[in-house]
């Protein structure tokens, strides 16, 4: 089956670290470029971080908000990609979605996963 | 950085009548390869997004042709031709082609029946 799942999600306190986990299934994930986007309680999508593949030496990107703390890593072996978060703050709170959209030598392909929340408070 | 502002941010439609969301970005977005990346996302409630248009005017594979997208530059539209209920959901607009800040999206359309 097509699918992507996330896992990880929890209460953390402020100044915390959390790891966030996506297993991927039913594409050549190695081919893939993985990123992760978050949404606030009834707020819109934010974009987080975005890894290519090794093939491309595995570059990574951030948004603003989260440079810095946050660390995107993937492990092809396990068809898994990771969202190491530190420093976390009040505003981090939000659903992560682990998505991909491009597969090398495919082209554009959409994939969400159901989503992990991470609640943010003392 | 390039913003990306939606209109409306609410959209009641009556079933079967056309609807149409503008999507206007602070930049440019076509990018040094000559494309332009700007993509259409819907999230229904209670479900995670999917994108429905990639590239300003082309569809995902199983998005219905009563959706389309089009525009150039900093200006584009979606359109629905004949709304249906199962499009219920929130849209938004998204790009690609400005790194940094990386893909932004704008701040979402909620699309209602009347």
């Known amino acids: 089956e097509v699918q992507l799942v996330e896992s990880g999600g929890t209460w953390v306190k402020p100044g915390g670290s959390l790891r966030l986990s996506c297993v991927a299934s039913g594409f050549t994930f190695t081919n893939a470029w993985m990123s992760w986007v978050r949404q606030a309680p009834g707020k819109g999508l934010e974009w987080v971080s975005r890894i290519k593949t090794k093939t491309e030496g595995g570059p990574t990107d951030y948004a603003a908000p989260v440079k810095g703390r946050f660390t995107i890593l993937r492990d092809d072996s396990e068809n898994t990609v990771y969202l190491q978060m530190n420093s976390l703050k009040t505003e981090d709170t939000a659903v992560y979605y682990c998505?991909?959209?491009?597969?090398?030598?495919?082209?554009?392909?959409?994939?969400w996963g159901r989503g992990t929340l991470v609640s943010v408070s003392s | 950085d390039v913003l990306m502002t939606q209109s409306p941010l609410s959209l009641p439609v009556t079933l079967g009548q056309p609807a149409s969301i503008s999507c206007r970005s602070s930049q440019s977005l076509v990018y040094s390869d000559g494309n332009t990346y700007l993509s259409w996302y819907q999230q229904r409630p209670g479900q995670s997004p999917r994108r429905l248009i990639y590239k300003v005017s082309n569809r995902e594979s199983g998005v219905p042709d009563r959706f389309s997208g089009s525009g150039s530059g900093t200006d584009f539209t979606l359109k629905i031709s004949r709304v249906e209920a199962e499009d219920v959901g929130v849209y938004y607009c998204?790009?690609?082609?400005?790194?940094?800040?990386?893909?932004?999206f704008g701040q979402g359309t909620k699309l209602e029946i009347k």
């Open positions: 998505t991909t959209d491009f597969i090398l030598r495919l082209g554009y392909f959409d994939l």
């Open positions: 998204m790009q690609g082609t400005h790194w940094p800040p990386g893909n932004t």
